[in-house]
């Protein structure tokens, strides 16, 4: 049974950082592309981020373009999230998931069988 655990949502300050985790089991971890949404409240869950099998691709939505980064790190079947310079419009629930077949350049949420149950970001201006 795949599982995928986030953690490290919470409250900050806009200009702050924070760095989600997503925890992996159950599934051969380096088989998956591995992304992360947001879904914020009264509207759709969205793309934010995804990297490849080996971490040698990533491609990002443009709102967190050259202010997110992903990683992962397949020895910890983990997959991370640093958020920095963050605003306000960026709080949301963050949910990872997994796929082995998405397009990474126009992931679309339907190729992603396995998600996690979501971590809450607050960003307070």
């Known amino acids: 049974q795949v599982q995928l655990v986030e953690s490290g949502g919470g409250l900050v300050q806009a200009g702050g950082s924070l760095r989600l985790s997503c925890a992996a089991s159950?599934?051969?971890?380096?088989?998956?592309?591995m992304a992360w949404f947001r879904q914020a409240p009264g509207k759709e869950r969205e793309f934010v981020a995804i990297?490849?099998?080996?971490?040698?691709?990533?491609y990002y939505a443009d709102s967190g373009k050259d202010r997110f980064t992903i990683a992962r790190d397949n020895a910890k079947n983990t997959v991370y999230l640093q958020m920095n310079s963050l605003k306000p419009e960026d709080t949301a629930v963050y949910y990872c998931?997994?796929?082995?077949?998405?397009?990474?350049?126009?992931?679309?949420?339907?190729?992603?069988?396995?998600w996690g149950q979501g971590t809450q970001v607050t960003v307070s201006s």
């Open positions: 998931a997994a796929s082995q077949w998405t397009d990474l350049r126009t992931p679309k949420q339907i190729d992603f069988r396995s």
């Open positions: 159950g599934l051969t971890f380096s088989n998956y592309a």
């Open positions: 990297i490849n099998w080996s971490g040698s691709s990533t």
